[in-house]
C-alpha cells in the first residue's frame, strides 16, 4: 500500500512509511489458513452436507446450510485477512525514535476554506475548537489525527484532493496536554462537541509544536 499522506510524505526526515513485519507475516498466515479451510471446505462439501445430514433435534433445520456457510465462512475470512496484510500492514513511523504512528481518519467534503477552517480549529491545540469534527461518506478533504505513544506527540495532517494536485497545510504537533487530551477521545468522542465528549477546552500556545 503507498502512503497518501501528502503532509508526511513531505517530511521525510521525519517520518517513514514502512510495512510492519510483525504484521504482515501475521495476516499472511492467517489468508493462508483460511484459503486451506476454503480449498478443504470445497473439497470436502458433500462429506460435510451429509455429516450435518446427520443432525437431530432443534439443529436438524439447519443441515441444509451448514456446508455453504463453510465455505462462505472460510472465503470471507480469506479476503478479510488478505485486505488486512495488504491495507494494514504498512503504516506511518517517527524518526528517529522509530515509533509507530497510530491513525483515525476523517472525511470531510468541502473546498479549500474548509479546510483551511478545519486546520485553524485543530492548531488551537483546544477540544473546544476543534471539537466535533465532520465526517462524511465522501468529500476531498482528509484531516488524519496521529498518536505517536511513546513519544507522547499527536500530529494533524490536512490535505485537500490526492497525488500531484493535493493541496497541504503545515503539520500540526501538539505535546503535554494538548496530546493527553486528544488521546483520551475515543473515536465516537470526535462527532461530539467538546462538552459531550468529556473534554475540558484549554487554549494553551504551548500545546503545539
Do not use: C
Not at 42 to 51: K, T, V
Amino acid at each position: 500500500m503507498r502512503p497518501d499522506d501528502a503532509v508526511l510524505a513531505a517530511q521525510p526526515e521525519e517520518f517513514r512509511f514502512a510495512r510492519s513485519t510483525v504484521k504482515t507475516v501475521v495476516y499472511t498466515t492467517l489468508a493462508v489458513l483460511a484459503v486451506v479451510g476454503l480449498v478443504l471446505a470445497l473439497l470436502n462439501f458433500e462429506a460435510i452436507r451429509d455429516d450435518a445430514g446427520n443432525m437431530s433435534g432443534r439443529r436438524a433445520g439447519l443441515s441444509p446450510v451448514v456446508a455453504p456457510v463453510v465455505v462462505i465462512g472460510a472465503a470471507f475470512f480469506a479476503v478479510l485477512f488478505g485486505l488486512l496484510a495488504w491495507r494494514e500492514s504498512s503504516g506511518w513511523r517517527r524518526l528517529p525514535s522509530g515509533t509507530p504512528l497510530s491513525a483515525r481518519r476523517f472525511t470531510v467534503a468541502g473546498g479549500d476554506d474548509d479546510a483551511a477552517a478545519l486546520h485553524a480549529r485543530f492548531a488551537t491545540g483546544d477540544p473546544a475548537e476543534y471539537l466535533p469534527v465532520p465526517n462524511h461518506k465522501k468529500g476531498d478533504i482528509a484531516v488524519r489525527v496521529y498518536l505517536a505513544k511513546a513519544d507522547r506527540l499527536a500530529f494533524v495532517t490536512v490535505q485537500r484532493g490526492t497525488g500531484a494536485d493535493a493541496r497541504t497545510w503545515p503539520l500540526i504537533t501538539l505535546r503535554d496536554r494538548g496530546y493527553v487530551q486528544l488521546k483520551n477521545l475515543q473515536p465516537a468522542d470526535f462527532g461530539q462537541p467538546a462538552k459531550k465528549a468529556g473534554a475540558a477546552g484549554s487554549i494553551d500556545p504551548f500545546l503545539r509544536g
